[in-house]
């Protein structure tokens, strides 16, 4: 029987997963489908029951449904527990189990950005954002290394929240956080890379933020966002006025999405198949080597 795969979010229509997961499992020769399932936060639970009666074997977890999902499945795995998000759900005998391969796709993809375009050694990494990515990023680069970070977001309150969750100890200091406000306001600092991890609303047209921020310290700028049209984002738009390299967030989303395939298949992500499939949907070349052997962040 045709094994059935997909992503929940809602909205899910522009999701990009689709087009690369079917790429990937038919070029393994895989008799699977790959959909995409708009589910509305209050359904969530009933969807699950769905999900599970339909025999879906697994599934792809976007906003708004990654944090409340852990507390409607049976398992998850350290890291997603650690981070308080869910981006890959699989069917086990005993019920859904939860994975976080934001965490590892941020990881790699950030690693590459940082060794083919930068060069450098950094030291400070500046977050834009306390939402649920800017968890997976924040985790993520103390388990990189980093001492020292700053984040910046609307309501500093929240990204508090984050802090006192993610790190209840010690081990969140050196990590500073700082309003919109404060941060237009003092600028960049010691920091050395931007970070963004805020929704694509909060700035579609234009990084205002950043207006007379003086970025001289910055050597890139990293987005989670994509355009959907591949086009660069505002935020990179901000970096390439400056002449600062940058990347979006077209690579993560391909890692993640190839770990969550692993996970699911048991086979070795086609990574340059993925690739393939979402530089025929976007017209553009993805600015990474999807070859990612033996780089991974683990
Ligand atoms: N490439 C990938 O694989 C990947 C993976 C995950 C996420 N992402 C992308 O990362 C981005 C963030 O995702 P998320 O899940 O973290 O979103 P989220 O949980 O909704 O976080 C939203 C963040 O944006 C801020 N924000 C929203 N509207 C704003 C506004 N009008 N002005 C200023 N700040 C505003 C929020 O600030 P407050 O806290 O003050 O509300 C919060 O910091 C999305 O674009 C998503 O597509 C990409």
Not at 25 to 36: I, N, Q, R
Not at 101 to 122: Q, S, Y
Not at 263 to 272: D, K, L, S
């Amino acid at each position: 029987m045709k094994k059935l795969y997909g992503v929940i979010g809602y909205p899910v229509a522009h999701s990009l997963s689709p087009v690369f997961q079917q790429a990937a499992l038919e070029s393994l020769g895989l008799d699977a489908a790959y959909v995409p399932f708009e589910i509305p936060p209050d359904r969530l639970n009933g969807a699950l029951q769905a999900l599970e009666i339909l025999g879906v074997e697994g599934f792809n977890v976007t906003l708004p449904h990654k944090e409340t999902i852990s507390g409607l499945i049976a398992s998850q795995d350290r890291v997603s527990r650690l981070v308080g998000a869910v981006n890959t759900v699989s069917r086990r005998p005993e019920g859904w189990s939860g994975a976080n391969t934001d965490v590892p796709g941020f990881r790699t993809a950030f690693r590459l950005f940082v060794e083919k375009k930068i060069k450098k050694e950094l030291f400070h990494p500046i977050v834009l954002g306390a939402g649920g990515s800017s968890r997976s990023v924040v985790f993520a680069l103390r388990e990189e290394g980093f001492r020292r970070m700053t984040l910046v977001n609307r309501s500093p309150g929240k990204a508090r929240a984050l802090l006192d969750s993610l790190f209840p100890g010690p081990e969140k200091e050196g990590i500073f956080v700082l309003s919109l406000e404060e941060f237009s306001e003092k600028g960049t600092g010691e920091g050395d890379i931007l970070i963004n991890a805020l929704s694509r609303e909060a700035f579609p047209e234009s990084f205002h933020v950043l207006e007379g921020v003086d970025c001289s310290g910055i050597k890139g700028f990293f987005d989670l966002s994509y355009r959907p049209d591949g086009l660069p984002t505002a935020f990179l738009k901000a970096g390439s006025d400056r002449k600062i390299p940058g990347e979006d967030g077209l690579g993560m989303l391909l890692e993640q999405g190839a770990l969550s395939f692993e996970i699911w298949t048991g086979h070795p992500a086609p990574r340059a198949v993925m690739a393939e499939a979402l530089h025929r949907k976007l017209g553009r070349s993805l600015s990474f080597d999807p070859d990612f052997s033996g780089r991974r962040g683990d």
